[in-house]
């Protein structure tokens, strides 16, 4: 009698577990879900560029010497006038010395005809004479010893020289004492060669200046092609530089990106080791057509600021485009990857898990523009551990509908 009354309690409890357990079977637990609505999209392309000089300059020597001296590094800024580089001007130099010399003179004849008398004309004279004859001895010495290979070629030119001052000084002493006797010459005639030695002074220093090559303007150094000891060859580019505000940015983007890259666009700037500091500016040149070869665009950043970047300096580049358009926007969350393939897990209709392909373009502040693969309605799952024919759950925001 009492196993029968204990049958009904224990055929309850059976029941209460099968239904237990076909609920733990029939079960599926929801799953964060996205509705998909097109959105307004701005899209946003990062890009590495080169800051670039206002303006080059290419400096080269106009004779050919060997270089003595470098005294700038690139990337040094300089000012106006600075001497960058200097080579072997020996000969030069002593040219220049000996133009001096020769205008010294010449401005010393000329007082002295203005103040000496006739006998001390004609002492100074024969003082001339006598060392000229001393000059043309030492060079006849010095040619010997330079050919016995006894003196170098710098010592020869410095006993050549000596004869010129003298055979000039003898040259003048002949004028002075000549503008004491009758019907000689006077005092214009040496004022007129003074004049003549002031003009080849001035050659002479023109010509020393072009052992050194120095900054046409303030600006900075970007590339020096020449070493101390090389020969420098005239017109061939030794040192480059820049001058002006570096205001603007080099970019060359794949030609992939032409569609959306137009004059006009905003540009965010920076280092990237330095992030922190951005400059604000606009895509002012695009070019025309692509570079067939590389498969990249030319465009050109103008900045409104760019006080602390220096020409050559590699920054990012982040261009926004002028239109608001209407795309389907995800983010970076949503996405998945089957076999390397980017695409999304969506909910069918029949509640099953299926996955999608999709084409990815560019990024906007909300997130990635997804151009293919993607139709308004389809629901997004919150990427998991599916399997395809999965069943699965949908859960969307309140605002949106569940499945």
């Not at 001007?89 to 020769?102: I, N, P, S, W």
């Not at 205008?103 to 008398?117: G, H, I």
């Not at 220096?310 to 608001?324: D, K, W």
């Not at 693969?373 to 859960?395: C, M």
Request: glycine share 6%; proline share 3%.
């Amino acid at each position: 009698m009492s196993q029968l009354k204990k049958r009904p309690v224990q055929l309850s409890l059976a029941a209460i577990f099968s239904l237990f357990l076909l609920y733990r079977l029939l079960y599926i637990a929801p799953i964060p879900a996205l509705l998909v609505e097109p959105s307004e999209f701005q899209p946003v392309l990062q890009l590495g560029g080169e800051v670039i000089p206002g303006q080059n300059h290419s400096l080269s020597s106009l004779v050919s010497a060997t270089v003595t001296d470098i005294l700038v590094s690139e990337a040094a800024s300089v000012k106006k006038g600075d001497v960058l580089l200097t080579m072997d001007d020996g000969t030069a130099r002593l040219q220049a010395e000996q133009a001096r010399q020769l205008l010294t003179q010449a401005q010393l004849q000329y007082e002295q005809a203005s103040s000496l008398d006739f006998q001390q004309a004609q002492n100074t004279f024969l003082e001339a004479q006598q060392r000229l004859q001393e000059a043309d001895l030492a060079l006849q010495r010095s040619l010997q010893l330079k050919a016995a290979g006894a003196i170098s070629q710098l010592e020869l030119e410095k006993a050549q020289n000596e004869l010129t001052l003298a055979r000039e000084a003898e040259n003048y002493a002949r004028i002075l004492l000549e503008s004491y006797s009758s019907g000689g010459s006077n005092l214009a005639l040496l004022a007129n060669v003074v004049e003549q030695k002031k003009i080849a002074v001035e050659q002479a220093e023109l010509e020393l200046a072009k052992y050194r090559i120095t900054a046409p303007e303030d600006g900075t150094v970007l590339d020096i092609s020449i070493s101390t000891g090389e020969q420098a060859i005239p017109g061939q580019e030794i040192i480059r530089m820049s001058s002006g505000p570096n205001t603007k940015v080099k970019l060359l983007p794949d030609q992939q990106y032409a569609s959306m890259i137009s004059t006009g666009m905003a540009a965010s700037v920076w280092i990237p080791a330095d992030a922190q500091k951005t400059y604000q500016g606009q895509v002012s040149k695009v070019a025309v057509l692509a570079d067939p070869g590389q498969g990249t665009l030319e465009l050109e950043v103008t900045l409104q600021d760019a006080s602390g970047l220096t020409a050559g300096t590699l920054v990012t580049v982040q261009l926004t485009s002028l239109h608001v358009s209407s795309a389907y926007i995800i983010s970076d969350e949503w996405l998945s990857s089957v076999d390397g393939q980017p695409g999304v897990w969506l909910a069918d209709k029949s509640g099953r898990a299926q996955f999608r392909s999709v084409t990815l373009g560019q990024r906007g502040a909300l997130g990635t523009e997804v151009r293919e693969g993607l139709h308004y309605g389809d629901i997004i799952l919150q990427p998991g551990n599916f399997k395809s024919g999965q069943r699965v759950k949908a859960e969307l925001s309140s605002t949106e509908q569940k499945t």
